[in-house]
């Protein structure tokens, strides 16, 4: 049984950017929800795809987008991107939308200059 | 004010003492995560809990859903139990996401 992959676990932008992060969910796991951890905080939630369908989202603009594919992975899109993005970007993959066992992936660290 | 609060922010102790971490939360849940969170950023799920008790290994966690409360304990702790421990909720209304505490950053010393 695999666990839940991100990728990059890396990367840089400039301001303006846009940036692609993906998440393969674990095997069996229909829902990928999507975080974004600031150096010091908690995570924020951004959104939750369950089955394909943006499943509620969080305080964070328009500018953060989503995909989730048929195989349940995922894609966590951001454009224009700004100084404040600068973050851990956090996925995990539930079984179904209520979180109640939740896999968390390593995370993707986004520096933005 | 975040829903989730924890204590303490920081916590340093020493190789095998026990460990209390406390979460607090003012909204209704359906469930509260107790996550533990290592240098490079990988999450590991550590309990799931809605009532009562759990235990894994040297690890037990409790709430009093009442009191809107749980703890987290670590026993006969070691420099490896070092990490950062998160705990998270799950409202019982509402979008179906966690909202998450600050963390509580654990050293144990050898």
């Known amino acids: 049984e695999t666990g839940v992959t991100q990728s990059p676990t890396h990367l840089i932008k400039t301001r303006g950017q846009q940036v692609t992060l993906r998440c393969s969910s674990q095997?069996?796991?229909?829902?990928v929800s999507w975080y974004q951890q600031a150096l010091g905080q908690g995570p924020q939630f951004i959104f939750q795809?369950?089955?394909?369908?943006?499943?509620g989202r969080g305080n964070f603009p328009p500018r953060f987008s989503g995909l989730q594919f048929p195989n349940y992975s995922s894609e966590l899109n951001v454009n224009a991107l700004e100084l404040d993005d600068s973050a851990l970007y956090l996925c995990?993959?539930?079984?179904?939308?209520?979180?109640?066992?939740?896999?968390f992936g390593a995370g993707s660290r986004l520096t933005v200059l | 004010k975040n829903e989730v609060e924890q204590s303490p922010q920081n916590l340093t102790a020493q190789e095998g003492e026990f460990i209390t971490i406390n979460c607090s939360y003012s909204?209704?849940?359906?469930?509260l995560h107790w996550l533990q969170q290592h240098p490079g950023g990988g999450i590991v799920s550590l309990f799931m809990?809605?009532?009562g008790k759990k235990k894994h290994g040297r690890l037990i966690a409790t709430i009093n859903i009442q009191e809107k409360h749980s703890s987290l304990h670590i026993t006969a702790s070691h420099p490896r139990d070092s990490a950062v421990y998160i705990c998270?909720?799950?409202?019982?209304?509402?979008?179906?996401?966690?909202?998450f505490g600050t963390g509580t950053r654990l050293t144990v010393i050898p």
């Open positions: 809990l809605s009532s």
């Open positions: 095997s069996g796991h229909n829902t």
């Open positions: 998270a909720v799950l409202l019982k209304t509402g979008a179906n996401n966690l909202f």
């Open positions: 909204v209704g849940i359906s469930a």
């Open positions: 995990a993959s539930s079984r179904d939308s209520g979180a109640n066992v939740l896999t």
């Open positions: 795809y369950y089955r394909e369908e943006e499943n």
